[in-house]
């Protein structure tokens, strides 16, 4: 096929192909662009090369998170999730329970679980022992210092469960005065409690056990084998080894209890006097505690001592209070 | 069209380099009026121009460093790079016509009363023309553009089209004839 004539070269046969040629040489003119016009259209190319590019679109993204990261390591992390209470805090007091003769029930003392509600607890044989009567209390529940439910300690399940004697609800302030480690939260007597799981805090688990082991072991020689000096004895070596230990407010209220056992005085009251100045509202039935200071004073013949320590117990402590100011008044 | 820049007489590199000669800037010095007349005359009124323009260096310029001259020549590559961009033009203006109706508004050619009468003849002949020319089959109406307005050679417009010069007559027929069939169904309706 030969090559064709272009219409706009005026090879258009008819009235319908020049009519179309001119439309086709109308619409062949082309206005060029300026200069200037024509570095726009470059400019303007160039930037819609830089936003088309890869790197463009993902620059932001990559700058925020590269920002969130920066800013993420900046933060502080946020703390761990808190572990659950610390026997510090808490006190094993609260929580431990020792089958003292070792028959699996949760009792105390050679007594069946079931008689647990009435048997008393070792401050209620503390209080017994300084009263002349048996007593009990109901127990009171009571959470952890931050709400927090107790845990079971797994660490401790090996050891005899040891039901320690547990403040009364009145006796105990978080900040209760004193120096010594503060108490953990209002505590009711453990008298009528099955077992309690232990709470433990940040003293690793063989620690804690060891001080649990030291603790049921004298609580078992005072109770079961009354043998109170060798209780005495135990319980010094727990506080030679474990002097901030988490069990330690519990071995300074059962070595007032073996020490009264043992009949040694000035141990006691040296004892006693400690736990005084620490405050006895900061230890695990602080009252009795105060009561048997006074108690012990009067015996000694320190009355003015005593009388003073009977100021501010609590009304249930009334009647054994009313036989120290007696036991003072003379004959 | 500029010669290419060639290396160096005497430098014989180890290993051919693969860097393309040409920049963005001055390719675009080179070949922008020739992109424009194209993206006017294969764009219609219908297409921005200078959008169009924009389009082509945007794609010239993420394509030159991989451009090789043994592949064919700027010229060529730079025409094929604008049919395409003014094919995707014409063809989201047809989505907009289609979604939206109506071509005068799709095409958004409003008849500048400001203009001196020999542009406002000028411009309706444009309209009427390329009303005509957007429903025809885009190898004729390139065929013919290329050839009546582009006053290109057979040969020259087969190697563009990457198609034989026959086919390249066959198509300008074709195009002609339909070109004539459709300006006369205008007479007819105005």
């Keep these: 096929m030969s090559a064709p004539s272009r219409w706009t070269d005026g090879a258009a046969n008819g009235p319908r192909e020049q009519a179309a040629a001119e439309l086709l040489r109308a619409a062949a003119e082309v206005s060029p662009s300026s200069p200037e016009q024509l570095a726009a259209l470059l400019q303007g190319a160039k930037a819609r090369a830089l936003l088309r590019s890869p790197w463009a679109w993902l620059k932001v993204p990559l700058l925020v998170s590269a920002a969130g990261g920066l800013l993420w390591l900046a933060l502080p992390r946020p703390e761990a999730p808190a572990p659950p209470p610390t026997a510090a805090k808490t006190n094993v007091d609260v929580n431990v329970d020792v089958d003292v003769d070792g028959d699996g029930d949760g009792d105390v003392a050679g007594q069946p679980a079931d008689a647990v509600e009435h048997a008393p607890s070792a401050v209620a044989q503390l209080e017994a022992l300084t009263l002349g009567g048996r007593e009990h209390r109901r127990p009171s529940t009571s959470l952890g210092e931050n709400g927090e439910t107790p845990v ?44 309690r799981p232990v709470t433990v805090g940040a003293a690793a688990p063989d620690t804690l056990a060891e001080e649990a082991r030291l603790l049921s072991l004298a609580l078992t020689q005072l109770r079961k084998g009354h043998d109170a000096p060798a209780a005495v004895q135990t319980l010094e070596e727990h506080r030679a080894r474990f002097p901030a230990g988490l069990l330690a407010r519990e071995v300074k209220v059962a070595l007032a209890e073996a020490l009264r056992a043992a009949g040694r005085t000035e141990a006691l009251l040296t004892l006693l006097a400690q736990l005084e100045a620490e405050g006895f509202s900061t230890y695990p039935r602080g009252a009795a505690l105060q009561l048997l200071f006074a108690q012990v004073s009067a015996e000694q013949g320190l009355c003015a001592a005593a009388l003073q320590l009977l100021d501010g117990l609590p009304a249930e402590h009334a009647s054994a209070a009313e ?6 008044a003379g004959p | 069209m500029s010669a290419p820049v060639k290396p160096m007489e005497g430098v014989q590199p180890a290993v051919a380099p693969r860097v393309a000669p040409f920049t963005l800037d001055s390719v675009f010095r080179q070949h922008a009026s020739t992109v424009e007349r194209w993206a006017t005359r294969f764009g219609g009124p219908s297409v921005d121009r200078d959008d169009v323009v924009q389009e082509v260096f945007v794609v010239v310029s993420r394509r030159l460093p ?57 411009e309706d002949a444009r309209r009427r023309l390329y009303a005509a020319l957007d429903g025809m089959n885009d190898r004729h109406r390139t065929a013919l553009i290329l050839f009546e307005m582009e006053q290109q050679t057979g040969e020259q417009i087969a190697e563009l089209m990457n198609a034989r010069v026959a086919t390249v007559w066959v198509w300008l027929h074709r195009a002609r004839a339909e070109l004539l069939e459709r300006l006369a169904k205008q007479e007819a309706a105005s």
């Design chain 1, 323 to 328: 036989d120290v100011r007696a036991r003072c």
């Design chain 1, 152 to 195: 079971q300690n797994h660490a401790l399940s090996a050891a005899p469960r040891l039901r320690l004697p547990r403040a009364s609800a009145e006796g105990l302030g978080v900040n209760g005065g004193g120096t010594g480690p503060k108490s953990s939260q209002p505590l009711g007597l453990n008298g009528g409690e099955t077992a």
């Design chain 2, 66 to 122: 991989s451009f090789r001259e043994e592949t064919g020549s700027l010229t060529t590559w730079l025409y094929r790079i604008t049919r395409n961009v003014i094919r995707h033009h014409r063809r989201r203006l047809r989505w907009r016509r289609f979604l939206r109706g109506g071509a005068e508004e799709t095409a958004g050619h409003v008849p500048d009363a400001r203009l001196p009468s020999d542009a406002l003849e000028r």
